[in-house]
């Protein structure tokens, strides 16, 4: 569909039923690979969505906060009562950086890029539920009405499992040049210039053939259970998929929920992380930058007295629960635009590390590290989007990173990037 510029202010039809079923991965035996697809296993939240019945898109970083905000404005005429659990019903995500140059691999994704699926089925209690999207028009209750008998007819009633066999990836990731560019770092914050950058490295990665994304996906859900994941196919096919840990930032009304997620180590390491004077640093930083961008667009803010432990399969975080209660006519684009990107993935002072990953990273992330996830009237939850694969026919680029500060050495954050790309390489089925 043509993308709609949100001056246009265009309107859509929808309406919903409940849907037999347990899992909406599951629809991708009848309707097909899913645009888009979120799911957080923890939280019993699972939607994925096919089709674009609308799509809002940035062209220029000045753009950026008019789409997101009118991403909020209610903009569908519901045939019935809408579920007030409706995840979305938009979905996407933007660019890490949106005045870095992008190159080929990310074309696809754009600066913004969001979309209202024309179907869109989500978990509802022990149950399904199916909407569906038609721009207004002469017609567009009777598309709604029909398209959902065809989905409840057709939808399977099963869990989807992934069902491919584990296969050889071939894999191909510098390590002198990523060594090179954390001992960089390092001279420049033991100069002074930085307290803390983050870094990213890509691993590219190919199969004997397609990846299967429906797969993919069934495999980061199961082997992340405590992550959000989640999938966004641009219209040529390219999908942008992962399973993260961190949330930006949880958006219902006046409410506010954000994290600070840093400092990593190994499985089995929580005990030596916690009293890891580096890591505390490198997790205190993030906490005040939080607390701080916070204070101008929150009427109160509070934060955990003291990190805990977020244990995932491949690597253990401290992390520090953050709310807030904003003030009044602040809404989801303005939370985006004080806290992204937070030192959890820039760095400290944030221009100052911002301009050195410019200067000496030489990688696009696109999406890498961005915000993505779904926004509505009144409500948002958007993630940070780590642990995530670019994913094209049988090859996949995969982006891990890894804060460095003062203390930081370049052998141990190449093992610390590796153990973070576990996830993705298991999840793509690599042996």
């Given at each position: 569909m043509t993308p709609l510029s949100p001056a246009e202010g265009p309107r859509w039809v929808a309406g919903m039923m409940p849907l037999p079923g347990v899992d909406p991965l599951a629809g991708?035996?009848?309707?097909?690979?899913?645009?888009?697809?979120?799911?957080?296993?923890?939280?019993?939240?699972a939607v994925a969505g096919w089709g674009e019945a609308g799509v809002l898109e940035a062209h220029a970083p000045g753009e950026l906060a008019a789409v997101l905000g009118a991403l909020g404005h209610d903009s569908v005429r519901w045939l019935d009562a809408v579920?007030?659990?409706?995840?979305?019903?938009?979905f996407g995500g933007m660019r890490f950086s949106p005045t870095q140059p992008v190159d080929g691999e990310w074309r696809s994704h754009g600066l913004a890029r969001w979309t209202l699926p024309e179907v869109l089925v989500w978990r509802e209690g022990s149950a399904l539920a199916v909407?569906?999207?038609?721009?207004?028009?002469p017609g567009a209750e009777d598309v709604v009405r029909s398209r959902l008998e065809r989905v409840r007819a057709s939808f399977p009633q099963s869990y989807r499992h992934p069902v491919g066999a584990p296969v050889a990836l071939r894999t191909a990731s510098s390590r002198p040049d990523?060594?090179?560019?954390?001992?960089?770092?390092?001279?420049?914050?033991?100069?002074?210039?930085?307290?803390?950058v983050v870094l990213a490295r890509a691993l590219e990665a190919e199969g004997p053939e397609p990846f299967d994304v429906v797969d993919v996906l069934a495999r980061l859900r199961e082997q992340n259970p405590r992550c959000a994941t989640f999938l966004f196919r641009a219209p040529d096919g390219t999908g942008f998929l992962g399973a993260t840990p961190e949330t930006l930032c949880r958006v219902d009304g006046?409410?506010?929920?954000?994290?600070a997620l840093a400092g990593s180590a190994a499985p089995g390491g929580a005990d030596a992380l916690d009293a890891s004077d580096k890591d505390r640093r490198e997790h205190e930083a993030v906490v005040r930058y939080i607390l701080q961008a916070l204070t101008p667009v929150a009427a109160s803010v509070s934060a955990d007295a003291q990190p805990s432990v977020l244990a995932l399969k491949n690597v253990v975080h401290l992390r520090t629960g953050i709310r807030a209660e904003l003030a009044d006519g602040v809404d989801t684009a303005k939370v985006v635009t004080a806290l992204h990107p937070t030192p959890a993935?820039?760095?400290?002072?944030?221009?100052?590390?911002?301009?050195?990953?410019?200067?000496?990273?030489?990688?696009?992330?696109?999406?890498y590290a961005g915000p993505v996830g779904w926004v509505g009237p009144g409500r948002a939850h958007l993630v940070v989007a780590l642990r995530s694969a670019l994913v094209r026919g049988a090859k996949a680029r995969l982006f891990v990173g890894a804060g460095i500060v003062a203390g930081s050495s370049a052998e141990s954050e190449w093992r610390e990037t590796e153990m973070k790309s576990l996830a993705m390489l298991r999840a793509l089925g690599g042996r």
């Open positions: 991708a035996g009848s309707l097909g690979v899913p645009s888009v697809y979120w799911e957080r296993p923890v939280a019993r939240e579920s007030p659990q409706l995840p979305g019903p938009w909407a569906v999207f038609a721009p207004e028009g990523f060594e090179a560019l954390v001992d960089r770092a390092v001279e420049a914050i033991g100069a002074g210039q930085l307290h803390k006046r409410r506010l929920e954000t994290e993935v820039g760095g400290t002072p944030r221009e100052r590390a911002l301009s050195f990953l410019v200067e000496h990273e030489s990688l696009d992330r696109g999406w």
